[in-house]
């Protein structure tokens, strides 16, 4: 079973719209981490979010820590073909080795 | 500078079998940990070794076992197959022991257990 519920499982868009992912965790983590992995390629960082409340951006695309550290959202604006992928949750704790992560979703942006 | 390599890239192997992945981490990086990533799910940690010795271990049975080596390269090994193991083995390495730090992923070995 998963630590990290990541919701929806799939989505597919057209080119220009917004959308966004979630990724719960009833477990509260030092940081969460983002990756993107696209088919036959392993995971690629996106981003680490460590401090509760905590909002990145980069270009198109703002993840938002939760205040509690339980929770995320990846949002996508004007989403394009490239952002199509396998989006993935990370969960760490402080002094930990390894990485928990989500199901994932599939992200499709359509031209 | 070469990311993190995997060898093979694909395998097919029958029940009962053994196999053998190899990976060479990021030149300067003494951390390599292995993932299991079945198809549809996220990958689900299996062992993180850090300076020669194992630091942690995934809820995985004993037919699985790995070790590094002196230049940090490690290998993943995998005893008995079992239909279940066709998956995404992905291997990632990092310059540190914990979580701090990027963690770099290799592109994977794709094994099938037929």
């Known amino acids: 079973t998963q630590l990290l519920e990541q919701s929806p499982q799939f989505l597919s868009i057209q080119e220009g719209e917004n959308l966004t992912v979630y990724c719960n965790s009833s477990?509260?983590?030092?940081?969460l981490q983002w990756y993107r992995q696209e088919p036959g390629e392993g995971p690629v960082l996106l981003v680490t979010?460590?401090?509760?409340?905590e909002v990145k951006k980069l270009k198109r695309l703002t993840f938002q820590f939760g205040d509690a550290r339980k929770d995320s959202s990846l949002h996508i604006t004007a989403a394009q073909p490239g952002d199509t992928g396998l989006y993935l949750c990370?969960?760490?704790?402080?002094?930990?080795?390894?990485?928990?992560f989500g199901a994932g979703t599939t992200v499709t942006v359509r031209a | 500078d070469a990311g993190v390599t995997q060898s093979p890239t694909h395998l097919i192997k029958t029940r009962g079998q053994q196999v053998t992945l190899r990976c060479s981490p990021i030149?300067?990086?003494?951390?390599v940990s292995w993932y299991q990533q079945v198809l549809g799910q996220g990958p689900q940690f299996i062992f993180q070794?850090?300076?020669?010795?194992?630091?942690g271990r995934g809820n995985f049975p004993d037919r699985f076992s790995a070790r590094q080596f002196p230049n940090y390269s490690s290998e993943l090994n995998v005893n008995a197959l079992l239909l279940g193991d066709s998956a995404l083995y992905l291997c990632?390495?990092?310059?540190?022991?914990?979580?701090?730090?990027?963690?770099?992923f290799g592109e994977g070995s794709r094994l099938t257990v037929l």
């Open positions: 477990s509260v983590f030092s940081s």
């Open positions: 070794y850090y300076e020669k010795e194992e630091r």
């Open positions: 990370a969960g760490a704790g402080s002094n930990d080795y390894k990485l928990s």
């Open positions: 990632a390495s990092r310059m540190g022991r914990v979580n701090t730090g990027e963690l770099f």
């Open positions: 030149s300067g990086h003494k951390s």
């Open positions: 979010v460590v401090t509760g409340g």
